[in-house]
């Protein structure tokens, strides 16, 4: 009778397991008629079929060992396309993961996007699709991460002839800066000219929106084993326009567009390669580190741009290239390898809005104190260039 108390006794003690539960949902109604009862481990898997301009917040947390899995039911049958004027998606929780949707032929009628990431923590994008997709509001993008979450990440994704859009946003406020966001081993392709009167809002990644007022925020966003190939949407294949940011082991070709450093200061470009195309990598800005990098059949391969304020302390439409170190990259079949002083003497009178920045109009300042050494050049007619 004493081993059976003690054991009815141990019994109570012991923590009760609770089992992860699986949903299978067909509908935006029966989402969210189980997101309530979504708890750590749990997965929502979405039947196979086509879906159109659903709403789904998810605030709900998992953990590092029990994360809250959102899925296909299998990869490339659950499909999202039509007309859409809300996020599909919005990730404001923990340890949520999202993955093996296709995104095909939606039109974006309103800002916003197709899935946001909202003061998330340690949430996954993985394995979708964003296929031809297309958006009616200049400066929209796909995919954003937003608020002051951290530690999220978008991998495997592919991202292949969307229209007139950014493909994927970290976005910096005044008010919240995204922190240590991983975009890894996602593929983008085949991307046109935007149709927008500006040329702009083209990018296939932007982290930071204004380098004028926000670019001293520190993302700390590493993108790394990305591969970017006939991406022609604007000038700027990845655009940085704040600071901390990490460029890594990427791979461009025949872009019509280069790797920018728009805006911030203290970035990293290791070990990035770039083949053919119209250009390579371009900076503005302090403290930048590029390094080991392969750059071939591009006609300037590294430019270090005039500004119109220098330093971390001025303010500038375009802030000079200065400290910045320049080494051990390769470089071959190039007209200039690298030019230091592009755009000399730029007039941008009207171009901007003075009152909202207050800046020099004339990119008047030459880059300065930045350490060039250690480069290899091969078969390039004119190695550095300084203006």
Known sequence: MKKIILYLLLLCATPQVILAKSYQIKSEKEFKDILSKLVAGDEVIIANGNYTNWNIEIPNKGTSAKPIFIKAQEISKVTFSGDINQTLFKLAGDYIILSGITFKKCTLLKGGGLIELK???????????????????????????????????????????????????????????????????????????????????????????DPVLLGLQEAKTIVRENKFINCNGESEVISNKSSGN?????????????????????????GNTF?????????????????NNKITN??????????????????????????????????????TGILVGDSK???????????????????????????????????????????
């Open 119 to 209: 003061n998330s923590v340690n949430c996954q994008i993985t394995n979708c699709l964003f296929l031809e997709n297309t958006v009616k509001t200049q400066f929209t993008p796909l995919v954003i991460v937003s608020g002051n979450g951290k530690n999220n990440k978008i991998d495997n994704c592919t991202f292949t002839a969307n229209v007139d859009n950014q493909d994927l946003q970290v976005k910096i406020t005044k008010e919240s800066c995204p922190q240590n966001t991983l975009i890894e081993k996602n593929i983008f392709t085949n991307k046109q000219k935007v149709s927008w009167k500006n040329g702009n809002g083209g990018e296939c990644v932007q982290i930071g929106q």
């Open 275 to 291: 083949k053919g195309g119209t250009g390579g990598i371009r900076i503005n800005g302090s403290g930048h580190t590029i390094t």
């Open 298 to 335: 591009i006609k300037t391969a590294i430019r270090l741009m005039y500004g119109m304020g220098k330093g971390k302390q001025e303010i500038g439409f375009y802030i000079v290239a200065s400290n910045c170190v320049i080494s051990n990259n390769q470089i071959s079949n190039a007209t």
């Open 345 to 387: 003497e730029v007039d941008w009178t009207g171009k901007f809005d003075t009152v909202r920045y207050p800046s020099p109009v004339m990119q008047s300042i030459a880059p300065f104190d930045n350490k060039i050494s250690g480069n290899t050049f091969l078969n390039t007619k004119t190695e550095q260039v300084n203006q």
């Open 246 to 270: 990490s460029y890594l082991k990427n791979y461009f070709e025949n872009n019509d567009g280069e790797l920018v450093m728009r805006g911030g200061h203290d970035c990293i470009i290791d």
